[in-house]
């Protein structure tokens, strides 16, 4: 009876396990798209004389590595840090 339980309990170790690791996954995959504008304040004008263009974040000629869509090289949001 013992070796039923032990295989039991593996298994539901198991179950446990992966479904812990799931929101891994899911936050990897939404990593990869992109945030959306609205939950980075972006703004498609600079301000306080930042912009897209001027942040490391930025890729040419209208993306960014954090958010998803169409960026304006003059646009700006919460994420802008400067380029080194």
């Known amino acids: 009876m013992s070796d039923a339980s032990s ?4 298994r539901r170790s198991m179950l446990i396990a992966a479904a812990g690791a ?3 996954f899911a936050m990897g ?3 990869a798209a992109g945030l959306p ?3 980075v304040s972006y703004q498609a004008t600079p301000k306080d004389g930042h912009q897209c ?5 930025f890729v ?3 993306s960014c590595k954090s958010v998803s869509g169409d960026i304006a090289p003059e646009g700006w949001c919460k994420l802008w840090s400067k380029k080194a």
Do not use: G
């Not at 295989?7 to 593996?10: D, G, L, T, W, Y």
């Not at 263009?53 to 974040?57: A, I, Q, R």
């Open 53 to 57: 263009s001027d942040c490391k974040l």
């Open 22 to 24: 799931a929101p891994l």
């Open 37 to 39: 504008p609205a939950a």
């Open 60 to 62: 040419e000629p209208r």
């Open 29 to 31: 995959s939404a990593k």
């Open 7 to 10: 295989k039991s309990f593996s």
